[in-house]
């Protein structure tokens, strides 16, 4: 199982939020989400959107903090980065 975050950087509505991936598989992510109380239809098509808050629970469940280049290159380099016009996993 290898999850990856990165840094909270992206504001949202008063919060920082990063990112959750897999570059293994979408089954594993889904799992982790769920343990995270991260609802299904959270998933943006390769990865979770979460709070900074939550980073630190992400980590304690397998998640390697990563910085953001590293999140994008691992993720594309596995093949699960979801482009635009393909069909959500």
Do not use: N
């Amino acid at each position: 199982m290898t999850l990856l975050v990165d840094e909270p950087i992206w504001p949202f509505r008063g919060r920082l939020w990063c990112h959750l991936v897999s570059d293994t598989s979408y089954d594993e992510l889904h799992v982790v989400a769920e343990e995270l109380g991260i609802p299904r239809r959270g998933f943006q098509g390769d990865h979770y959107d979460i709070p900074a808050e939550m980073r630190e629970d992400a980590i304690a469940l397998g998640a390697q903090p990563v910085t953001g280049r590293e999140l994008i290159t691992r993720l594309l380099a596995s093949g699960l980065r979801h482009r635009k016009g393909d069909h959500h996993r």
